[in-house]
């Protein structure tokens, strides 16, 4: 499999610049990791540093692809008004927000109209190929077996794909298994897992504190 040109960015731990680092060398990154650790932040700044940094006629990410598995029962979204796009926004504001730190809105929406960024149902790529793309998958620990097995068969030439959540937050209603199938691919020589912890929480102190407290509740219960 042959991936784009990797590029630097700042970390603000250790953990941040094992995962960069990891993006950097391959094709498929997984990362496991609680809430305000960078695990989206990061490889959408990754995703717009290589789309900005490619060059003209040579191969390179002209599209960025976001995915994000919609939990709250498949058959309501029908139910939603509006186009395809229209129905998923509401699911896919996280991600948008964080490429609000690279475009403004107006860029964004010409974006998407001129297909640069993608918002891609889970249930529609089935059959497709991603090529010289970009594919971040948001809060992956709500994707099934299934789910993530066509995600991972779905890679191309010139493509790269990091699928992000936190194992600790999964809100299928049978356990989720985003952490073993993570550290099994991971054999993979192209395939990349990385788990961060709170001690790579950036966001804030008292997020921090928070999954601290999280985690001593937790473990009083075993």
Same mark, same amino acid.
Not at 77 to 83: A, D, E, R
Not at 105 to 134: C, K, P, T, W
């Given at each position: 499999?042959? &991936?784009?040109?990797?590029?630097?960015?700042?970390?603000?731990?250790? =953990?941040?610049?094992?995962?960069?680092?990891?993006?950097?060398?391959?094709?498929?990154?997984?990362?496991? @990791?609680?809430? @305000?650790?960078?695990?989206?932040?990061?490889?959408?700044?990754? &995703?717009?540093?290589?789309?900005?940094?490619? $060059?003209? =006629?040579?191969? @390179?990410? $002209?599209?960025?692809?976001?995915?994000?598995?919609?939990?709250?029962?498949?058959? %309501?979204? =029908?139910?939603?008004? @509006?186009?395809?796009?229209?129905?998923?926004?509401?699911?896919?504001?996280?991600?948008?927000?964080?490429?609000?730190?690279?475009?403004?809105?107006?860029?964004?929406? &010409?974006?998407?109209?001129?297909?640069?960024?993608?918002? &891609?149902?889970?249930? #529609?790529?089935?059959?497709?190929?991603?090529?010289?793309?970009?594919?971040?998958?948001? %809060?992956?620990?709500?994707?099934?077996?299934?789910?993530? /097995?066509?995600?991972?068969? /779905?890679?191309?030439?010139?493509? $790269? #794909?990091?699928?992000?959540?936190?194992?600790?937050?999964?809100?299928?209603?049978?356990?989720?298994?985003? /952490?073993?199938?993570?550290?099994?691919?991971?054999?993979?020589?192209?395939?990349?897992?990385?788990?961060?912890?709170?001690?790579?929480?950036?966001?804030?102190?008292?997020?921090?504190?928070?999954? $601290?407290?999280?985690?001593?509740?937790?473990?009083?219960?075993?």
């Amino acid at each position: 499999m042959t &991936a784009p040109i990797p590029y630097k960015m700042r970390a603000l731990s250790r =953990g941040q610049q094992e995962f960069i680092d990891t993006l950097n060398r391959s094709v498929i990154t997984f990362c496991d @990791g609680p809430a @305000g650790s960078g695990k989206t932040h990061i490889p959408v700044a990754h &995703a717009v540093e290589m789309m900005r940094s490619r $060059k003209h =006629g040579t191969p @390179g990410i $002209k599209k960025l692809v976001l995915c994000r598995p919609v939990v709250s029962a498949s058959e %309501e979204i =029908g139910f939603l008004p @509006g186009s395809l796009h229209e129905k998923l926004g509401p699911f896919m504001t996280p991600l948008v927000d964080e490429l609000r730190y690279h475009y403004s809105r107006d860029v964004i929406n &010409a974006m998407i109209e001129s297909e640069q960024i993608e918002i &891609a149902h889970l249930g #529609m790529i089935r059959g497709r190929s991603f090529i010289e793309s970009y594919v971040i998958v948001d %809060e992956a620990q709500n994707c099934t077996f299934t789910e993530i /097995r066509l995600l991972l068969t /779905r890679i191309g030439h010139y493509s $790269k #794909m990091t699928l992000c959540g936190d194992s600790t937050q999964s809100d299928l209603p049978f356990p989720s298994r985003f /952490r073993e199938i993570a550290e099994e691919m991971s054999q993979e020589d192209e395939i990349g897992f990385v788990q961060l912890d709170d001690d790579d929480i950036q966001r804030s102190k008292l997020i921090k504190n928070i999954e $601290k407290r999280f985690t001593t509740l937790q473990q009083r219960r075993r």
